[in-house]
Protein backbone atom coordinates (compact mmCIF):
# COMPACT_ATOMS: atom_id res chain seq x y z
CA UNK A 1 0.00 0.00 0.00
CA UNK A 2 2.98 2.61 0.80
CA UNK A 3 4.30 1.71 -2.85
CA UNK A 4 1.07 2.62 -4.06
CA UNK A 5 0.64 5.96 -2.41
CA UNK A 6 4.43 6.79 -3.55
CA UNK A 7 3.96 5.60 -6.68
CA UNK A 8 0.42 8.08 -7.11
CA UNK A 9 2.28 10.49 -5.29
CA UNK A 10 4.98 10.76 -8.10
CA UNK A 11 2.14 10.23 -10.63
CA UNK A 12 0.36 13.11 -9.34
CA UNK A 13 3.38 15.52 -9.00
CA UNK A 14 4.12 15.08 -12.97
CA UNK A 15 0.04 15.30 -13.83
CA UNK A 16 0.17 18.90 -11.34
CA UNK A 17 3.12 19.81 -12.86
CA UNK A 18 2.01 19.33 -16.50
CA UNK A 19 -1.37 20.51 -15.73
CA UNK A 20 -0.10 23.96 -14.14
CA UNK A 21 2.02 24.49 -16.50
CA UNK A 22 -0.23 26.73 -18.68
CA UNK A 23 -1.60 28.78 -16.04
CA UNK A 24 1.73 30.09 -14.84
CA UNK A 25 3.05 31.21 -18.12
CA UNK A 26 2.97 34.89 -17.23
CA UNK A 27 5.31 33.77 -14.23
CA UNK A 28 9.38 33.47 -13.78
CA UNK A 29 11.22 30.03 -13.65
CA UNK A 30 11.55 30.78 -9.94
CA UNK A 31 7.45 31.50 -9.23
CA UNK A 32 6.38 28.66 -11.44
CA UNK A 33 8.58 26.11 -9.53
CA UNK A 34 7.93 27.24 -6.38
CA UNK A 35 4.04 26.99 -7.41
CA UNK A 36 4.36 24.00 -8.88
CA UNK A 37 6.12 22.71 -5.70
CA UNK A 38 3.53 23.97 -3.51
CA UNK A 39 0.74 22.52 -5.73
CA UNK A 40 2.43 19.03 -5.61
CA UNK A 41 3.12 19.00 -2.12
CA UNK A 42 -0.51 19.59 -1.18
CA UNK A 43 -1.59 16.82 -3.78
CA UNK A 44 1.28 14.50 -2.14
CA UNK A 45 -0.39 15.75 1.15
CA UNK A 46 -3.55 15.47 0.28
CA UNK A 47 -3.45 11.69 -0.88
CA UNK A 48 -1.47 10.81 2.66
CA UNK A 49 -4.40 11.85 4.30
CA UNK A 50 -7.29 9.42 5.47
CA UNK A 51 -9.82 12.52 5.57
CA UNK A 52 -9.41 13.46 2.38
CA UNK A 53 -10.33 12.14 -1.16
CA UNK A 54 -7.38 13.78 -3.07
CA UNK A 55 -8.80 12.83 -6.41
CA UNK A 56 -11.60 15.22 -5.92
CA UNK A 57 -9.87 18.06 -4.91
CA UNK A 58 -8.20 20.63 -7.72
CA UNK A 59 -5.36 22.23 -6.15
CA UNK A 60 -3.69 25.50 -7.98
CA UNK A 61 -1.29 28.05 -6.63
CA UNK A 62 -0.19 31.54 -7.78
CA UNK A 63 2.74 33.33 -5.87
CA UNK A 64 1.47 31.43 -2.63
CA UNK A 65 -1.70 32.01 -2.98
CA UNK A 66 -3.41 28.30 -3.12
CA UNK A 67 -6.88 27.66 -4.30
CA UNK A 68 -8.81 24.13 -3.26
CA UNK A 69 -11.36 23.64 -5.55
CA UNK A 70 -13.81 20.64 -6.53
CA UNK A 71 -16.72 18.63 -5.04
CA UNK A 72 -16.32 16.91 -1.42
CA UNK A 73 -18.85 14.84 0.87
CA UNK A 74 -18.59 17.02 3.74
CA UNK A 75 -17.65 19.78 5.39
CA UNK A 76 -14.95 17.51 8.01
CA UNK A 77 -13.28 16.99 4.72
CA UNK A 78 -13.29 20.02 3.15
CA UNK A 79 -11.63 21.29 6.24
CA UNK A 80 -9.13 18.73 6.21
CA UNK A 81 -8.09 19.73 3.15
CA UNK A 82 -7.95 23.48 4.04
CA UNK A 83 -5.62 22.23 7.15
CA UNK A 84 -3.15 20.34 4.72
CA UNK A 85 -2.84 22.83 2.42
CA UNK A 86 -2.21 25.51 4.71
CA UNK A 87 0.35 23.53 6.22
CA UNK A 88 2.63 23.14 3.26
CA UNK A 89 5.52 25.47 2.70
CA UNK A 90 5.36 28.34 1.16
CA UNK A 91 1.96 28.85 1.51
CA UNK A 92 0.41 32.03 1.77
CA UNK A 93 -3.35 31.98 2.21
CA UNK A 94 -5.80 29.12 1.17
CA UNK A 95 -8.93 30.01 -0.57
CA UNK A 96 -10.79 26.34 0.24
CA UNK A 97 -13.64 26.78 -2.86
CA UNK A 98 -14.51 23.08 -2.75
CA UNK A 99 -18.31 22.47 -2.68
CA UNK A 100 -20.43 19.92 -0.91
CA UNK A 101 -22.22 17.48 -2.99
CA UNK A 102 -23.86 13.82 -2.14
CA UNK A 103 -22.24 10.86 -4.16
CA UNK A 104 -24.18 10.69 -7.50
CA UNK A 105 -25.34 7.44 -9.46
CA UNK A 106 -23.36 6.06 -12.57
CA UNK A 107 -26.04 7.70 -14.84
CA UNK A 108 -25.23 11.16 -13.17
CA UNK A 109 -21.62 10.65 -13.73
CA UNK A 110 -21.57 10.05 -16.76
CA UNK A 111 -24.04 13.48 -17.60
CA UNK A 112 -22.01 15.53 -15.79
CA UNK A 113 -18.99 14.56 -17.84
CA UNK A 114 -20.26 15.08 -21.05
CA UNK A 115 -21.86 18.29 -19.32
CA UNK A 116 -17.82 19.52 -18.16
CA UNK A 117 -16.98 18.46 -21.68
CA UNK A 118 -19.33 20.87 -23.43
CA UNK A 119 -18.18 23.56 -21.10
CA UNK A 120 -14.44 23.10 -21.58
CA UNK A 121 -15.15 23.45 -25.25
CA UNK A 122 -17.66 26.61 -25.13
CA UNK A 123 -14.76 28.26 -22.95
CA UNK A 124 -12.10 27.00 -25.74
CA UNK A 125 -14.38 29.45 -28.40
CA UNK A 126 -14.70 31.97 -26.24
CA UNK A 127 -11.91 33.90 -27.57
CA UNK A 128 -11.85 36.26 -24.82
CA UNK A 129 -11.52 33.94 -21.83
CA UNK A 130 -8.11 32.07 -21.64
CA UNK A 131 -9.82 28.15 -21.31
CA UNK A 132 -6.08 27.10 -19.82
CA UNK A 133 -6.26 28.76 -16.82
CA UNK A 134 -9.46 27.17 -15.70
CA UNK A 135 -10.59 23.98 -14.55
CA UNK A 136 -14.08 22.96 -14.86
CA UNK A 137 -15.90 19.92 -12.65
CA UNK A 138 -19.74 19.28 -12.70
CA UNK A 139 -21.60 17.91 -10.19
CA UNK A 140 -25.36 16.54 -9.96
CA UNK A 141 -25.53 19.49 -12.88
CA UNK A 142 -23.82 22.64 -11.06
CA UNK A 143 -20.67 23.32 -12.87
CA UNK A 144 -17.56 24.78 -10.95
CA UNK A 145 -15.42 27.07 -12.68
CA UNK A 146 -12.07 27.36 -10.67
CA UNK A 147 -8.32 28.57 -11.25
CA UNK A 148 -6.70 31.77 -11.39
CA UNK A 149 -7.77 34.52 -14.68
CA UNK A 150 -6.27 37.95 -15.32
CA UNK A 151 -9.08 39.85 -14.79
CA UNK A 152 -12.61 40.56 -13.23
CA UNK A 153 -14.31 40.53 -17.06
CA UNK A 154 -13.02 37.25 -18.11
CA UNK A 155 -14.05 35.52 -14.61
CA UNK A 156 -17.38 37.08 -15.89
CA UNK A 157 -17.36 35.83 -19.15
CA UNK A 158 -16.53 32.54 -18.34
CA UNK A 159 -19.42 32.19 -16.00
CA UNK A 160 -21.87 33.33 -18.83
CA UNK A 161 -20.31 31.07 -21.29
CA UNK A 162 -20.98 28.17 -18.45
CA UNK A 163 -24.67 29.14 -17.87
CA UNK A 164 -25.46 29.19 -21.51
CA UNK A 165 -23.97 25.32 -22.01
CA UNK A 166 -27.11 22.52 -22.09
CA UNK A 167 -27.25 20.79 -19.07
CA UNK A 168 -25.70 23.15 -16.95
CA UNK A 169 -28.04 23.85 -14.02
CA UNK A 170 -26.35 26.36 -11.79
CA UNK A 171 -22.62 27.63 -12.62
CA UNK A 172 -20.41 27.64 -8.90
CA UNK A 173 -17.87 30.96 -10.70
CA UNK A 174 -14.72 30.74 -7.75
CA UNK A 175 -12.68 31.51 -10.54
CA UNK A 176 -9.90 34.33 -8.94
CA UNK A 177 -8.76 37.35 -10.24
CA UNK A 178 -5.18 37.42 -9.97
CA UNK A 179 -3.67 40.74 -8.23
CA UNK A 180 -2.20 43.10 -10.68
CA UNK A 181 1.37 43.71 -9.92
Not at 6 to 12: D, F, H, K, Q
Not at 56 to 73: A, H, M, P, R
Not at 148 to 174: E, I, L, P, W
Amino acid sequence: MKKFRILASIVLTALTMAVTLPVHAQKSAGEMVDDGSIAASIKAGLLDNKATSSMQINVESYKGTVQLSGFVESQAEKDAAGKVAAGVNGVKKVINSLSLAPKTSMGTKLDDTLVTGKVKAALMDASEVKSMQINVETKNGVTQLAGFVTSAAMKDRAGQVAAAVNGVKKVDNVLVVKPKE
